[in-house]
T-cell receptor, first 112, second 114 residues
Framework: QKEVEQNSGPLSVPEGAIASLNCTYS??????FFWYRQYSGKSPELIMF????GDKEDGRFTAQLNKASQYVSLLIRDSQPSDSATYLC????????????FGPGTSLSVIP | GAVVSQHPSRVICKSGTSVKIECRSL??????MFWYRQFPKQSLMLMAT?????????EQGVEKDKFLINHASLTLSTLTVTSAHPEDSSFYIC??????????FGDGTRLSIL
């Protein structure tokens, strides 16, 4: 059974701090990794994707990938109350380029 | 960014009714579309994978005769919930991918069966 695991939270950080979200996956053959943000009652929105080991930065967001450790993380710098949402980690299935498995999500709350 | 349109956004209907949900990719060719269901405070559950011009692949436990999926073109997939019952009430979300596009989600359809 291929799995993607995340701490469910809630994770609370003060406004302006760095929020760190973590994700581990079981399929060693996975090549594509995604972070989605989902506000309550809304559908997921793609924030970042990463394919190679190392860091990838986009504005206040940095995705970090370590395939050897089967670990991917998302850092949010200068956290804002509007960042409060559930963050879903998604990992592709080795046997399918397009199909991904979603983690259960981490609830983030940014306190003003 | 890529846009996926899903309609309707909300449906309220009586038990026994069949409900059709449309998912369209507006600015890219979606070779693959996915249908998910999400219950309150739970993660996304993949129901089926739909490839243009071929039969959908259903996940274990999902009744293919109850959840009919059609992907007739590179921009449109439909999910029909047949003879819906209250336990089918949920948030249904489609996503589309194709070419170098990762999955992009529609806005979801909130289905309430009375």
């Amino acid at each position: 059974q291929k799995e993607v695991e995340q701490n469910s939270g809630p994770l609370s950080v003060p406004e302006g701090a760095i929020a760190s979200l973590n994700c581990t996956y079981s399929d060693r053959g996975s090549q594509s990794f995604f972070w989605y943000r989902q506000y309550s009652g809304k559908s997921p929105e793609l924030i970042m994707f990463i394919y190679s080991n190392g860091d990838k930065e986009d504005g206040r967001f940095t995705a970090q990938l370590n395939k050897a450790s089967q670990y991917v993380s998302l850092l949010i710098r200068d956290s804002q109350p509007s960042d409060s949402a559930t963050y879903l980690c998604a990992v592709n299935v080795q046997t399918s380029y397009d199909k991904v498995i979603f983690g259960p999500g981490t609830s983030l709350s940014v306190i003003p | 960014g890529a846009v996926v349109s899903q309609h309707p956004s909300r449906v309220i209907c009586k038990s026994g009714t069949s409900v059709k949900i449309e998912c369209r990719s507006l600015d890219f060719q979606a070779t693959t579309m996915f249908w998910y269901r999400q219950f309150p405070k739970q993660s996304l559950m993949l129901m089926a994978t739909s490839n243009e011009g071929s039969k959908a692949t259903y996940e274990q436990g999902v009744e293919k005769d109850k959840f009919l999926i059609n992907h007739a073109s590179l921009t449109l997939s439909t999910l029909t919930v047949t003879s819906a019952h209250p336990e089918d009430s949920s948030f249904y979300i489609c996503s589309a991918t194709g070419g170098d596009q990762p999955q992009h989600f529609g806005d979801g359809t909130r289905l309430s069966i009375l």
